[in-house]
T-cell receptor, first 114, second 113 residues
Framework: GNSVTQMEGPVTLSEEAFLTINCTYTATGYPSLFWYVQYPGEGLQLLLKATKADDKGSNKGFEATYRKETTSFHLEKGSVQVSDSAVYFCALGGYAGNNRKLIWGLGTSLAVNP | DADVTQTPRNRITKTGKRIMLECSQTKGHDRMYWYRQDPGLGLRLIYYSFDVKDINKGEISDGYSVSRQAQAKFSLSLESAIPNQTALYFC????????????FGPGTRLTVT
């Protein structure tokens, strides 16, 4: 079946460091892939998405490339800020039974120190 | 104004009490979802509804029930709350005509003592 595995946190970085949060998936067919972000005390927000192989999603300085050959969708940012401290969720849009759903990773907590 | 709203935002209740969490949306989406979030467990789907007459159980529906009163309203009930239902609860919506992305409310923090 469909599943998503993302790296465990917490991840702690200093401001301006490079960020990578790994996400790999198992799926049949050609799923859509998403990164969501949850800031403290808030609901989840869509950060970026990619709908087909080799697509690159980008937003707010974050990027992720849909790699079908490695079944990955790693999130990267070149220079993190304190305001990026949040929980990041990788998700796959696929079928569970006959229904289209999002399948979620467990989330990775990121703390950025000044 | 927020597109997906949840009430209440915080609630403390006692074991055995009935409690209802409400969700409203102005996005015009036909699909609505209830999730719970627990530390280390990510998001788990409780119930989902693809339209007013279509309600489905998710991964962890035991102890919960839902009602889709209108396309824009989806409520979650705990008939007899227990302490292990202490969690953060999220409502989400999506459009069946679009892609898979879901849009979330701000969450309800529920504590059962």
């Amino acid at each position: 079946g469909n599943s998503v595995t993302q790296m465990e946190g917490p991840v702690t970085l200093s401001e301006e460091a490079f960020l990578t949060i790994n996400c790999t998936y198992t799926a049949t067919g050609y799923p859509s892939l998403f990164w969501y972000v949850q800031y403290p005390g808030e609901g989840l927000q869509l950060l970026l998405k990619a709908t087909k192989a080799d697509d690159k999603g980008s937003n707010k300085g974050f990027e992720a490339t849909y790699r079908k050959e490695t079944t990955s969708f790693h999130l990267e940012k070149g220079s993190v800020q304190v305001s990026d401290s949040a929980v990041y969720f990788c998700a796959l849009g696929g079928y569970a039974g006959n229904n289209r759903k999002l399948i979620w990773g467990l989330g990775t907590s990121l703390a950025v120190n000044p | 104004d927020a597109d997906v709203t949840q009430t209440p935002r915080n609630r403390i209740t006692k074991t055995g009490k009935r409690i209802m969490l409400e969700c409203s949306q102005t996005k015009g989406h036909d699909r609505m979802y209830w999730y719970r979030q627990d530390p280390g467990l990510g998001l788990r789907l409780i119930y989902y509804s693809f339209d007013v007459k279509d309600i489905n159980k998710g991964e962890i529906s035991d102890g919960y029930s839902v009602s889709r009163q209108a396309q824009a309203k989806f409520s979650l009930s705990l008939e007899s709350a227990i302490p292990n239902q202490t969690a953060l609860y999220f409502c989400a919506t999506s459009d069946s005509r679009g892609t898979y992305e879901q849009y979330f409310g701000p969450g309800t923090r529920l504590t059962v003592t």
